[in-house]
């Protein structure tokens, strides 16, 4: 017996899933660090990533939380500037168009504060193929948690199953698993399959666009 689900609605995650951005937010990282005298190595900024941009905040403060909201903000207003300057990987407009013209609704899942969000999607194009986006400023508790998963599908009015969670990270994984979705791990971030194995997403891929040969999607 079949007991695999057509998928009608994707929630996906944008840094290094989308959008070719780690580099980016590595540089906005360091920017902030260095203005308060913080030396980080490039393997412990990158090993935070996928996770909320607050708590990495409060991570590099080490526990101080005015400290750390600065930090966080400060890399907020040095990576929106660079923006205009950080492309989708190669095929992903094709990818996402051809979901929306299938009638699939796209909801983008990020932890990322919602300003840096709606620059991308709107630097995109996104806003007009997707019903929105919940960032770290729509929720309480971010990625893995459900709680930002569990918006998107109320946005796209559908059932958990019905969905699927694509994402980079572990976080991605371990949320859309929280919150009853299917998952797919793409190798475009800081994971790849043995990483991900642990987590036993249904599908990895080496990149979203792979995704095309897979449609309509049935796992």
């Known amino acids: 017996m079949d007991t695999k689900n057509i998928i009608e609605g994707y929630i996906i995650d944008l840094d290094d899933t989308l959008v070719d951005s780690s580099e ?32 990495i905040g409060l991570t590099f403060a080490d526990g101080n939380k005015e400290l750390g909201d ?48 709606d620059a991308f999607v709107k630097a995109n194009g996104w806003d007009e193929i997707s019903i929105g986006y919940v960032g770290i400023d729509d929720v309480i508790h971010s990625k893995p948690d459900p709680e930002m998963i569990e918006k998107c599908i109320e946005k796209m009015n559908l059932d958990a ?40 997403p249904d599908l990895v891929l080496h990149k979203i666009t792979d995704l095309k040969n897979f449609l309509p999607l049935k796992i």
């Open 161 to 200: 199953e019905q969905c699927v969670m694509i994402g980079d990270s572990i976080y991605d994984i371990k949320a859309g698993k929280n919150a009853g979705t299917k998952t797919i791990g793409v190798c475009t971030g800081i994971n790849n399959e043995t990483t991900f194995a642990d987590y036993k």
């Open 70 to 117: 600065k930090l966080a903000q400060e890399k907020t207003d040095y990576l929106i500037k660079t923006i205009p300057n950080v492309a989708p990987f190669n095929g992903v407009n094709d990818l996402l168009q051809e979901l929306h013209k299938s009638g699939n609704p796209i909801c983008f899942a990020s932890s990322n504060f919602n300003i840096i969000i």
């Open 24 to 55: 980016a937010h590595y540089e906005a990282w360091q920017y902030a660090l260095r203005k308060h005298n913080i030396n980080k190595e490039r393997d412990e900024v990158v090993a935070e990533f996928g996770n909320a941009t607050n708590l």
